[in-house]
């Protein structure tokens, strides 16, 4: 009984001691998460302070976070500025159609890949991860000129194409149908299921993290998109909220900031309310890309 109590105590005595060793470690952890919360949130912070401000208040200095003389007129000037009713339903419209599409492409290109088999698939994966590398810039002139000759300047269709093609989105759901018990998928193939069976009832719910945090970033992707709707648009009908905001810009530098922070806040406010929703998942997801494959 004695001894019991010795080794109880002994392994107490050894818990303490590896708590108190990994606090200053701990405390450093914690200081750089608010390091990294601060350096985050100070800019989404100051521009929600300025869309309270006059533009005198937003050009003093020092620079103050909290208005002097708050005022809501900023908003309204800003949402006078620009169509931003008719830029929301184009962009609500885009992007919705364009993660479907995204997710579409992503979903079944990463079921070929993993559940087929076809000669060459290695060399399409290496030609998907090659993709990863090449910046979107790069195939902007050439994609304007195919529109062009296509005769779909100016439409939904050429602003939603593009971006469709997904290798990020093939690559991520790869890596997570990798992961899935074989077992499962097997048992549904005895039990008759086809192809596309496989796919919508067992791959992609087990896989939802990963689908959630995919169509995420693909949502933020195509909301905040500027160039390619600058560029193959030509009318404010078909415009995008991205381009309502460089509307505001004075190219003589008398820019109204205040309702130039209360129009981006129009054009981000969206994004943030389905990020803050949907945050649980994007952590799922990226801890699974980050263990699994």
């Known amino acids: 009984m004695a001894a019991a109590r010795q080794v109880g105590g002994q392994a107490t005595s050894a818990a303490s001691r590896a708590r108190l060793a990994s606090t200053p ?11 990294a919360v601060a ?30 003389s708050p005022t809501l007129a ?29 997710l579409t492409m992503g979903a079944t290109t990463a079921y070929a890949l993993v559940m087929l088999r076809f000669p060459g698939k290695n060399l399409i994966f290496a030609l998907i991860l090659g993709a990863l590398m090449i910046p979107p810039q790069v195939v902007v002139v050439p994609n304007y000129i195919l529109f062009a000759d296509w005769g ?5 269709t050429a602003l939603i194409l593009p971006h469709v093609p997904t290798a990020v989105g093939a690559f991520l759901l ?34 939802m993290p990963v689908l959630v945090t995919f169509g995420l970033l693909a949502t933020q992707d195509v909301w905040n998109d500027f160039l390619w709707p600058l560029i193959i648009t030509n009318t404010d009908n078909m415009r995008t909220l991205p381009i309502g905001i460089s509307r505001m810009l004075d190219q003589e530098g008398n820019t109204q900031w205040g309702v130039v922070m209360a129009g981006a ?8 309310v389905v990020f803050l929703w949907a945050q649980r998942h994007i952590v799922e997801g990226i801890a699974a890309g980050a263990v699994k494959g």
Request: glycine content about 6%.
């Open 25 to 35: 470690l701990r405390l450093a952890g914690y200081a750089a998460m608010l390091v």
């Open 39 to 68: 350096v985050i949130g100070l800019p989404l912070g100051w521009l929600l302070s300025a869309t309270f401000k006059e533009t005198s208040e937003i050009y003093l200095i020092p620079a103050t976070l909290i208005p002097r």
């Open 74 to 102: 900023n908003y309204p000037l800003a949402w006078n500025a620009a169509p931003f009713g008719l830029y929301y339903i184009n962009t609500t419209f885009v992007t919705v159609v364009s993660v479907f599409g995204k």
């Open 152 to 156: 779909l300047i100016n439409t939904y």
């Open 174 to 207: 790869r890596q997570a149908f990798l992961a899935l018990p074989r077992e499962i998928l097997d048992a549904a193939k005895v039990d008759g299921a086809g192809h596309l069976r496989t796919l919508w009832a067992i791959m992609l719910p087990l896989s």
């Open 265 to 272: 806040l129009y054009v981000i406010l969206p994004l943030l």
